[in-house]
Structures are given as C-alpha cells and as structure tokens.
T-cell receptor
Framework: KNQVEQSPQSLIILEGKNCTLQ??????????LRWYKQDTGRGPVSLTI???SENTKSNGRYTATLDADTKQSSLHITASQLSDSASYIC????????????WGAGTKLIIKP | KAGVTQTPRYLIKTRGQQVTLSCSPI?????VSWYQQTPGQGLQFLFE???????NKGNFPGRFSGRQFSNSRSEMNVSTLELGDSALYLC????????????FGPGTRLLVL
C-alpha cells in the first residue's frame, strides 16, 4: 500500500535554531517527492519538488534531501524564524497515468522567540 | 498572474442541506484537484479533474461530486450534509503533468450545524 509517514508529529524549537523533519515513503513506482508549507487556515505552498535523480534541493533556508534507495527524505530548516511556524507536508507522486499524489500527515513546527 | 481563487470563503449550512463550492484555477492550468482538511488532520484527496474529465478519485462517499467546465473552472458539490463534513476545502491547480507543482487556493471553510 502506498504510504507516506512523517516524523516527528510536532516540534518546538527556539528562533534561530536549525531543525530537520523526516519523511519515509513506500510509494511505488516513485515519480517525485514534494515538500509543502502550510500556515494555519491557509492552502499549502510548494517548497521543493525532487525527482528520482535529485539528492538535494534548496529553497532559501529550506534544504530537502532525497534518498531513493532507502525511500527517505528530509527537510532541513536553517536559522529558523518565527514565520517558519507552520505545518510541513511531504507528498509523494506515484508514476502512472492517474497522477496520484500520496500526502503525509505533516509535521507541525512551532518556533518560539 | 492571478492565483487560484475559491468562492465562497466561508459557509454555514445545516445537516441535510447541499452545498456547491467553486474553484477558478490559474490561467492555463487544466488540472484542478480538491482536498478536504479537518482540524488537526492532513489533507484528504477528494478528486482531480483534467480537461473536464475526472482523472483520479479518493475514498469519499458518493455524496461528494465534482465537475469541470471548458474554461477549467471546477465546482464541488456535497449533498445531504453531515456534521462531519465541516472542514476546510482546498482546491489546487496545475498544468496537469506529473512533475508540475500544485498551486493551492485559500480554501472554503464549511461549517455544518
């Protein structure tokens, strides 16, 4: 069964600190992996999208990594800011004609001053 | 370039009623996907439309239906509303290929009393 699991479920860190969020997936055949940021009560916003051949992708202070062999991805946030408080969602796309996306439950990140 | 728009933004209905939500995608986007998000939960995929055809469907009862028009605008209908249908309904648009990023609208918050 295609699944995406994220950890931790929630995380609290102090402003200025770094953090890493994890995503494990069992989606097959794999097409691509995406990370989204969702502020409370708003629609998700895309951070990165990585295909099978990409190991690392950065978007400002956000760096995503992908290990297609172990089916793991991480999202590293550097020098966190209060505005980083949000849910971070890992989404994996399965290959095939039906363009299926499998959504993780998300990690809720809280940045404290 | 205008983003994804959803109307209405807020809605209050009573059990047993039906509701129609509207989504206008970004110009040039042919794919529209609908998601349900209940408090504290991840996004649950409802269905996706591409060029007026339902291309993918999640595990929701038949009370949830949708359609897409020739201008790519999409509507979602929920009949015989239940209390558990109270949620944030998000739509997302993209060009429709597997590598494309989805762009989300602000959502419609539905409250069923």
């Amino acid at each position: 069964k295609n699944q995406v699991e994220q950890s931790p479920q929630s995380l609290i860190i102090l402003e200025g600190k770094n953090c890493t969020l994890q995503c494990n997936y069992t989606v097959s055949p794999f097409s691509n992996l995406r990370w989204y940021k969702q502020d409370t009560g708003r629609g998700p916003v895309s951070l990165t999208i990585m295909t099978f051949s990409e190991n690392t992708k950065s978007n400002g202070r956000y760096t995503a990594t992908l290990d297609a062999d172990t089916k793991q991805s991480s999202l590293h946030i550097t020098a966190s800011q209060l505005s980083d408080s949000a849910s971070y969602i890992c989404v994996v796309s399965a290959l095939g004609s039906n363009y299926q996306l499998i959504w993780g439950a998300g990690t809720k990140l809280i940045i404290k001053p | 370039k205008a983003g994804v728009t959803q109307t209405p933004r807020y809605l209050i209905k009573t059990r047993g009623q039906q509701v129609t939500l509207s989504c206008s995608p970004i110009s040039g986007h042919r794919s529209v996907s609908w998601y349900q998000q209940t408090p504290g939960q991840g996004l649950q995929f409802l269905f996706e439309y591409f060029s007026e055809t339902q291309r993918n469907k999640g595990n929701f009862p038949g009370r949830f239906s949708g359609r897409q028009f020739s201008n790519s605008r999409s509507e979602m209908n929920v009949s015989t509303l239940e209390l558990g249908d109270s949620a944030l309904y998000l739509c997302a648009s993209s060009r429709g290929t597997e590598q494309e990023t989805q762009y989300f609208g602000p959502g419609t918050r539905l409250l069923v009393l």
